[in-house]
C-alpha cells in the first residue's frame, strides 16, 4: 500500500485578469503549499475503484469525489484493467479554498503513476480535473499559476511562518468568483516575493472582498488577526477563503502570551488543534471552539523542511 500527503495550499497574491471563452477566469496567483494535510492510501485491486472516507462527512457519493474522480480517469487513459482501492483520511477544512479536494486527486495521480506505471501525460490529466489539481499532481512547494490556474511556474520563498484560521464557514469556488467586481492585471510577482523576504508580505486577493460580503465572520477573522496578532504588513489576509497571519518565527511566543493576557480577542486552546510543516512553509492551524479562535503552540511550528 502506498500512503501519500496531500498537502493544503495558500495563495499568496491571486489576481482575476478576466472572464475566458471557455467560462473559466484567467488568473495570476502564488499557490503555496502548506504542512496541512489530508492523506491518501492506495492499493491495487482486481477491478474497479473502491473509495473509503474518513475524518468528515462530505455530503457526497464516493463517486462524485474529486479523487475517485482522478483515480477513474487515469485508469480509462492508461488502458488499465486493474483496479484500486484508496482510504481518505480528511483533515483540511472543506470548502476553504485551500485546495482539500484537488490536493487529494492530485495525491490519487502520482499515488497510481508509482503502481502502475504509464506515459501518460499526468498534468494534462489533472488540468481535466480542475484548475488547482495540476498544482498538486506536481507536487510543487510553490509555483506562479497562470492561465486558468493549470499552467506552473515554479517560485522559490523564503522560510514562512503562517497561521490558518477556520471560522466555520465555507464559501464555494463559484460564489467566490462570482463575487469579483472588477478585473485586475498581472501580479507584481518580484514585488510581491521582495515583501515576503522582508518580513513584511504584501499581496492582494480579488476574491476577499466578495468573501468577506458573502461570510462576514471572515472580515471579523481579519481584523482579529491584525489586532491581537499584530501580523506584519497586510500579511493578514483571505488566502483561499481562510484567513491569514504571517509572523516573523521569533514572535509566536509574544503574540501567544499577548493573546492570552489581554489582545482584542481572546485566544484558548481546545482539543483537535494541529501543526504541521512542509517543504520550507510551515502552517498553524487554528480551528474554531464555540466564538474564540485557537492557536496551536507556538513550540510546535516547525521549522520547514528543505
Known amino acids: 500500500m502506498l500512503s501519500l500527503n496531500a498537502h493544503a495550499k495558500v495563495n499568496l497574491g491571486l489576481s482575476v485578469l478576466g472572464r475566458r471563452s471557455d467560462g473559466f477566469h484567467e488568473v495570476d496567483t502564488l499557490m503555496v503549499r502548506v504542512g496541512l494535510h489530508d492523506t491518501v492510501s492506495v492499493k491495487p485491486a482486481e477491478t474497479?475503484?473502491?473509495?473509503?472516507?474518513?475524518g468528515a462527512e462530505l455530503g457526497i457519493s464516493p463517486e462524485q469525489n474529486l479523487a475517485y474522480k482522478a483515480a477513474a480517469l487515469y485508469l480509462q487513459e492508461t488502458g488499465e484493467t486493474r483496479g484500486v482501492d484508496f482510504e481518505l483520511t480528511k483533515r483540511i477544512p472543506v470548502a476553504a479554498g485551500l485546495g482539500g479536494g484537488s490536493s487529494d486527486a492530485g495525491a490519487v495521480l502520482r499515488g497510481l503513476k508509482e503502481l502502475y506505471p504509464s506515459g501518460v501525460d499526468l498534468l494534462a490529466l489533472a488540468?481535466?480535473?480542475?484548475?488547482?489539481?495540476?498544482?498538486?499532481?506536481?507536487?510543487?512547494?510553490?509555483?506562479?499559476?497562470?492561465?486558468?490556474?493549470?499552467?506552473?511556474?515554479?517560485?522559490?520563498?523564503?522560510?514562512?511562518?503562517l497561521v490558518l484560521v477556520n471560522p466555520g464557514v465555507g464559501v464555494s469556488a463559484r460564489d467566490a468568483y462570482a463575487r469579483v467586481g472588477a478585473f485586475a492585471g498581472a501580479l507584481e510577482l518580484p514585488s510581491l516575493l521582495a515583501s515576503l523576504e522582508r518580513g513584511e508580505p504584501d499581496y492582494p486577493n480579488a476574491l476577499e472582498a466578495g468573501v468577506v460580503g458573502l461570510e462576514p465572520v471572515v472580515g471579523e477573522v481579519l481584523d482579529a488577526l491584525s489586532g491581537a496578532c499584530g501580523c506584519r504588513g497586510r500579511g493578514r489576509r483571505v488566502s483561499g477563503w481562510r484567513g491569514v497571519g504571517m509572523r516573523?518565527?521569533?514572535?509566536?511566543?509574544?503574540?501567544?502570551?499577548?493573546?492570552?493576557?489581554?489582545?482584542?480577542?481572546?485566544?484558548?486552546?481546545?482539543?483537535?488543534?494541529?501543526?504541521?510543516?512542509?517543504?520550507?512553509?510551515?502552517?498553524?492551524?487554528?480551528?474554531?471552539?464555540?466564538?474564540?479562535?485557537?492557536?496551536?503552540?507556538?513550540?510546535s511550528l516547525g521549522k520547514g523542511l528543505a
Open 48 to 54: 474497479g475503484v473502491t473509495l473509503t472516507v474518513s
Open 127 to 161: 488540468a481535466q480535473l480542475g484548475s488547482d489539481v495540476p498544482f498538486f499532481a506536481a507536487d510543487l512547494s510553490a509555483a506562479r499559476a497562470t492561465g486558468r490556474g493549470e499552467v506552473l511556474t515554479p517560485v522559490e520563498l523564503p522560510e514562512l511562518h
Open 248 to 299: 516573523p518565527r521569533c514572535s509566536w511566543r509574544r503574540w501567544l502570551k499577548r493573546s492570552r493576557n489581554g489582545g482584542r480577542r481572546r485566544h484558548t486552546h481546545a482539543e483537535g488543534q494541529r501543526c504541521e510543516s512542509a517543504n520550507r512553509v510551515s502552517s498553524s492551524t487554528v480551528l474554531r471552539s464555540n466564538a474564540n479562535m485557537v492557536p496551536a503552540a507556538p513550540d
